[in-house]
């Protein structure tokens, strides 16, 4: 029997794609999506973790999926992915740019590569994976939701320590996401994103190792905690459901109040 919640936040018969899909954010995001009903495609620059994540999945909501090891930083994978899931499942209605990398050194110390690196996931990979996908969005005239993976450091400088190419990068994304949501809306495809504030995942192993550090967080975050994967996945089911029919354009925070300061 079909529910009002179920016709609001129910994605069954959708296909979703989610980059960085083995761990973290992506890996939470994956899970919500697949209890919802979609069939999952988990993507990883880690063949092997996207296969183990997609195992997990299937061994907690049942079979389904495909799993790929992709470089977001290289078109040609992208490409490449893109026309494989839709060869073999027929469509994607949502994707999820999860995929991310952070290179944490003062100004002075980023060198191009470095810059580089950090830009092209982060920036264009996120862009090459929303260009492929919408395409065939596009052409199959349904729409669909594209949900990116921002950060409080797109709309802060930080200060507990050096990130410029981390927070260019992702407060880049913040204003693609605006451009592709009005490009793209004729369309029905909505674009939006997720600032979430520190979140317990291996990204920030390094950071949660230095206790002092950690201390410093928690005190300049209003709830006084860090993050779960799963309290910013809920936010990306959300914006990627049917619930959010009217909403494009947004960056929804997922701070603890960080940004309301």
Sequence with gaps: MTTALDELFGLKGKVAVVTGGASGIGLASAELFAAAGATVVVVDRDAAAAEQALAKIGGR???GGLAFGTDVAKESEIEATTAAVEKSLGRIDILVNSAGTAIRRPATEVSVEDWDKVMNVNTTGTFLFSRAVARGMIARGEGGSIVQISSIMGFSGGGLYPNISYQTSKGAVVNMTRALAVEWAPHRIRVNAVG??????PFIAGLVAQPELVQRIEAMTPLRRIAEPVEI????LYLASPAASMVT????MVDGGFMAQ
């Design 196 to 201: 979430p504030t520190y979140v317990k995942t």
């Design 249 to 252: 354009g947004h960056t929804l």
């Design 233 to 236: 996945a809920s936010a990306v």
């Design 61 to 63: 909501f049942g079979p």
